[in-house]
């Protein structure tokens, strides 16, 4: 038996460290945590001095009893999760836990899983930081306290099954307020004019006039004051500048700039980043520091120098702008400098060379520019005042701009290109003049960088609560992912080319929210009871002060149960009360009356989620509609609800079987007999003709007839949620980019369901055909016991391997839907 054990939290990170040490260390993990506050009660002691009450899972109750185990016979432990608030509860738990003698206890923390920083680690040992544990139980025992007081009032003023969350509620807040401004804003038209010049070399470049004009008519009267004129360079200034390179990334620069540059959603970010540092690839990948270590600058000047040379070599040091940015801590930086790039997982790649590129970057020379600034005079036979002005930008010495150029979240100005050589007084020729009408822009939707971004400015949150955050808001349906496209927007150009001025009606697409943070009806309503109710825990400086708070804790600087005491004072009674006496709030919304009853016409929260009602609480016959997915309640309009009751509408019959266009949760839909088909995407289903879904029907026959047979059963091809996809034997294999979709050969059909077959080979572990049971791997390293419709996922602790039948049998049995009974009905029948 090993000397020492080190337990770590993840088996990802336990498998590299055991490379580093000898025969006489065992690495194993934890799983993460092994305790944390029960999921059904408060687990909180309020009158108790807000003692939290841990207990350890059911699943993780085998994972404690081995490392107790192992504990008892190693002579030494070494708890080494990871250096944050959140790593050393981590510790704290499991000394507590396994009863671990502090004699024979080490607590050892590194920024990066490499072999000298595990070995220097070992080689300087400290106790376990009880004031960032206190500042971790700070935040889980108020996080634990507002959402388990909040959300009951949700439950009984708003609709069951809500939640509200300290960071969460907060964050859906600035979604719903950046919302409501873009409603409200009525976008204001100007003109604006950009002009081609020619010099007398030939070169053409562009110029604009620094002013806007605000009518139709200004602008078609300054061109009429072009007609004929001639042009001339009157002034020329050249200034030397510099751009200097960004800061290596912190956790929330790091998410921001994979949105932009990858496309990586911030949970996506953050799963891949914590594979390369268990990987020992990169620094820990949870902080807000910009700080290099003096070896990791040292390395990084190094390898600059060997591949570009000395010149662009300018070592630095950044100071972090956040809130309570941990300094001490390290910048997420590779670790090693000279490892360009990775081979493996291909989003592993990008997010290495990322990181990679930055981190070089932010030690290499400023990029030497040269800003040249023209102004051209209008020489036409009426007086004009107004100078076209030309910028242009040209580096001298690309610098840090050889490796990498921060991203911005929107771009709206063109960047400043070459100018031909100019001098003052040069005679310019014009091609043509443009004066474009353009609107002012409402305020963006966040993207998940730009409300990452947003809350870091504020001081809400910190690295470690972002990505689940956004993950929270978009589980409980109070944001949704935009999927709209854009609207066509109409708009004038007028030109004045070889003297004659022209007209053009042009389009663009304006709108789009594909990808954006969109709050949905759910989340607009619940956003305003709690800010109408309980502005003060939703205000961004309380959020704000509360993470102030939590770092003091974690600094010694001030008493957690203190804090608590001081919150929960004022809270609880203040739930108490919004709990007593606040009205409900459904997002009601009186639109008329129906013109055949007289009844009112309403919208609004349904058991179901948004819907439409025409009659009143006193009425019987009420009739009821939901809303479509791409209508909300604050929006939807009198004609539009009205239209919900024509549906459904019977259209006839089609080879025998009825016909009828409805509303659906997922969107408007033709039922054929027993067919479901959506109608395309803007199709609006009040103008659906019997020609129209006929059209329909035989498309849908189409796509579902067999494209191949094979060995004796039918394949189908189609696309679902997820993607391209074709069906066989009961099973959706997805067709990836490597294969043509349109166009699959049978090979391809062959190889893509032996693939799958092999696959499903793969990952079952066990089968006990006659009692109907397998047992599978699944995703992220757990497993899947399935009986036919009853599936249980078990823990990544499960010894799947050596499951019995009873065992199996026992954990279906416990995991079984419980069955609904009737004892009220029984009891009502009785009363009868």
Do not use: C
């Not at 003023?157 to 509620?169: H, I, N, P, W």
């Not at 209508?631 to 009825?658: C, S």
């Not at 049995?813 to 009868?832: D, G, M, V, Y």
């Amino acid at each position: 038996m090993a000397k020492n054990l080190v337990i770590v939290e993840s088996p990802a990170k336990a498998k590299t460290i055991e490379k580093f040490l000898g025969k006489d260390f065992k690495v194993t993990s934890s799983f993460g945590h092994i305790a944390d506050l029960p999921a059904k009660e408060l687990g909180v002691d309020v009158e108790g001095g807000f003692t939290p009450k841990y207990i350890i899972s059911s699943d993780k109750k085998s994972l404690v009893k081995e490392l107790k185990e192992l504990a008892s016979k190693a002579e030494m432990v070494w708890l080494a999760s990871d250096e944050d608030r959140e790593g050393e509860a981590i510790a704290w738990h499991l000394a507590e836990s396994l009863k671990l003698d502090k004699e024979k206890t080490r607590r050892i923390v590194f920024h990066e899983i490499t072999k000298s920083a595990i070995l220097k680690a070992i080689e300087n040992p400290r106790q376990i930081d009880y004031n960032l544990v206190n500042a971790q139980q700070a935040r889980r025992v108020l996080d634990r306290l507002v959402g388990y007081e909040l959300s009951p009032v949700l439950w009984r003023k708003v609709k069951g099954g809500l939640s509200a969350g300290r960071v969460q509620s907060v964050a859906v807040r600035l979604i719903v307020e950046r919302e409501r401004e873009i409603e409200k804003f009525n976008p204001v038209a100007s003109y604006r004019v950009v002009a081609e010049f020619v010099n007398e070399n030939g070169n053409k470049f562009k110029a604009k006039l620094p002013k806007n004009f605000t009518t139709e008519e200004e602008a078609r009267a300054f061109l009429q004051k072009n007609i004929g004129a001639s042009y001339k360079v009157s002034d020329l200034v050249k200034k030397p500048a510099k751009k200097s390179p960004a800061p290596p990334f912190t956790t929330s620069t790091l998410q921001q700039e994979a949105s932009r540059k990858l496309y990586f959603s911030v949970s996506k970010t953050m799963t891949i980043a914590q594979r390369l540092y268990e990987a020992g690839l990169i620094t820990y990948m949870r902080t807000d520091s910009v700080n290099l270590s003096d070896d990791a600058r040292n390395a990084a000047q190094e390898e600059i120098a060997n591949s570009y040379g000395a010149n662009y070599s300018q070592p630095r040091n950044y100071k972090g702008k956040s809130k309570g940015a941990q300094e001490a801590h390290e910048a997420i930086r590779p670790t090693d400098m000279s490892r360009h790039t990775i081979s493996g997982d291909y989003d592993q790649e990008r997010l290495y060379h990322l990181i990679w590129k930055r981190t070089i970057a932010s030690q290499m020379s400023d990029a030497q520019l040269e800003r040249t600034n023209v102004k051209i005079d209008i020489l036409g036979s009426q007086p004009v005042s107004e100078q076209f002005a030309a910028n242009g930008e040209m580096i001298k010495f690309d610098g840090f701009l050889k490796v990498y150029l921060e991203g911005t979240d929107f771009e709206e100005e063109e960047q400043d290109g070459m100018l031909p050589k100019l001098q003052v007084n040069d005679p310019l020729t014009n091609n043509y003049i443009t004066a474009t009408q353009r609107f002012t822009r409402p305020p963006y939707r966040y993207t998940e960088a730009a409300l990452v971004k947003q809350l870091e400015e504020l001081g809400i949150g910190r690295p470690s609560t972002y990505a689940p955050t956004i993950s929270t808001i978009v589980n409980r349906n109070y944001v949704e992912k935009g999927t709209v496209e854009g609207v066509e927007r109409h708009y004038v150009q007028l030109k004045l080319e070889d003297g004659q001025m022209t007209d053009k009606k042009l389009t663009e697409t304006i709108g789009s929210d594909k990808g954006k943070m969109v709050p949905t009806d759910i989340g607009m309503i619940v956003n305003d009871f709690l800010v109408g109710h309980f502005d003060d825990i939703l205000d961004y400086n309380f959020t704000a002060k509360v993470e102030e708070d939590f770092d003091a804790i974690a600094e010694g600087k001030e008493e957690w149960t203190s804090m608590m005491k001081d919150f929960y004072e004022k809270f609880h009674p203040h739930v108490e009360d919004v709990q007593e006496n606040a009205g409900r709030e459904s997002g009601e919304r009186i639109l008329g009356e129906d013109p055949e009853t007289g009844k009112p016409v309403l919208v609004r929260l349904g058991k179901f989620g948004p819907m439409a009602q025409i009659g009143g609480p006193e009425d019987e016959d009420k009739k009821f509609a939901s809303l479509r997915p791409d209508q909300q309640l604050h929006l939807v309009t009198f004609e539009e609800v009205l239209d919900l009751f024509k549906l459904p509408k019977t259209l006839g019959v089609y080879d025998g079987q009825e016909v009828e266009v409805a509303n659906g949760r997922y969107g408007p839909y033709i039922r054929f007999g027993s067919k479901f088909i959506s109608l395309p995407k803007g199709m609006d289903p009040l103008d659906v003709s019997m020609d129209t879904a006929a059209g329909l029907i035989e498309e849908k026959k189409k796509a579902d007839a067999p494209i191949y047979m094979y060995e004796g059963l039918p394949v189908q091809k189609g696309k679902g949620r997820f993607g391209p996809f074709i069906k066989w034997n009961n099973m959706f294999i997805n067709v990836n980019k490597k294969y043509d979709f349109d166009n699959l050969s049978d090979a391809d059909i062959i190889q893509l369901i032996e693939d799958k077959k092999q696959k499903e080979i793969d990952k079952l572990i066990n089968e006990w055909p006659e009692e109907g049971i397998r047992l599978e791997k699944a995703r992220w390293g757990r497993f899947n016991l399935i009986k036919g419709k009853t599936k249980v996922e078990l823990p990544k602790t499960t010894k799947a391997d050596k499951m019995t039948l009873e065992e199996a049998q026992d954990l279906l049995e416990k995991n079984a839907p419980k069955k609904k009974t009737t004892r009220k009905k029984k009891a009502t029948a009785k009363k009868k």
